[in-house]
């Protein structure tokens, strides 16, 4: 696997040899969370690249607070997939804020998109949990929070991924406290600067596949079943007793299924 980092400051892996697939991590995560589902990606014949998003693991983290609207966070990815100069249509796979971002660019640059994954997808403010539409109204309490606690707090679990501290093993626990011990405080304008996707959504003529898990406690399980409806080609399959991020709790069904729709299992849509 190779890690690399290009003139903007994007720190990314790639590896394999095929048709291209971007992975596109959440809030306050990074291209580690993928760790599970790319070995599996490569040996299905496809070549996979998965950066940290701007702010977050090992890419540019900025000090100017404009640089964390996702308008700027959208740009910063945008200018990367571009330098990759990839030759076939992509496939994006977004959890979260990522998929927020990969909706988007879906979106805006709907000929370089072949299929979608969105994972327990960010699309409405309306979404969130009381804790976490806390913290995003109020971005400058919360980086003051974050700023003030110990990092042995971070460990073994996460108040805003609570629902991840029960699933994981110990190992996965410490991987997601230090990647939100990594992120630059900043980044919490990042949520606060999202809107409502709804209105947008008819235009993803994409194939995709939407996953969920029934348990998640960061933004509402019965808000997937609407996008699903409003998405023209849109499939949907829920990992029942899971919370917010599937692909690290339930990697070997939540990547049974990834493979089936990128391999065509799921036939027409």
Not at 77 to 84: K, M, V
Not at 144 to 150: D, E, F, L, R, Y
Request: glycine share 6%.
């Amino acid at each position: 696997m190779q890690s690399k980092k290009k003139e903007n400051h994007t720190n990314y892996i790639s590896e394999g040899d095929g048709p291209p697939v971007i992975l596109l991590h959440g809030f306050a995560a990074s291209l580690n969370h993928w760790g599970c589902l790319i070995p599996d990606l490569v040996s299905a014949g496809f070549s996979v690249y998965a950066p940290d998003l701007l702010g977050h693991g090992d890419s540019l983290k900025p000090e100017d607070i404009e640089a964390y609207h996702v308008e700027q966070v959208f740009n910063h990815l945008e200018s990367w997939i571009e330098g990759l100069e990839l030759k076939h249509p992509l496939t994006l796979i977004g959890h979260s804020l990522g998929a927020f971002l990969s909706m988007i660019f879906s979106i805006r640059k709907p000929g370089m998109v072949k299929r979608i994954v969105l994972v327990d997808p960010l699309y409405s403010p309306k979404q969130t949990s009381i804790f976490v539409r806390f913290y995003t109204r109020r971005p400058d309490v919360a980086i003051k929070i974050m700023q003030a606690t110990p990092g042995r707090f971070f460990n073994p679990f996460i108040n805003w991924k609570i629902d991840l501290a029960k699933e994981l093993p110990a190992k996965k626990v410490r991987l997601v406290a230090r990647d939100f011990q990594r992120i630059h405080p900043n980044v919490i304008y990042t949520p606060y600067t999202t809107w409502d996707l709804t209105p947008q959504l008819h235009a993803i003529q994409e194939e995709t596949l939407v996953i969920w898990g029934d348990k998640d406690r960061t933004l509402s399980p019965r808000s997937f079943p609407r996008l699903v409806d409003l998405m023209p080609n849109a499939k949907s399959f829920v990992l029942r007793k899971t919370g917010h991020a599937p692909h690290l709790t339930e990697s070997s069904a939540f990547n049974q299924q990834v493979l089936e729709f990128l391999n065509g299992g799921y036939g027409e849509m």
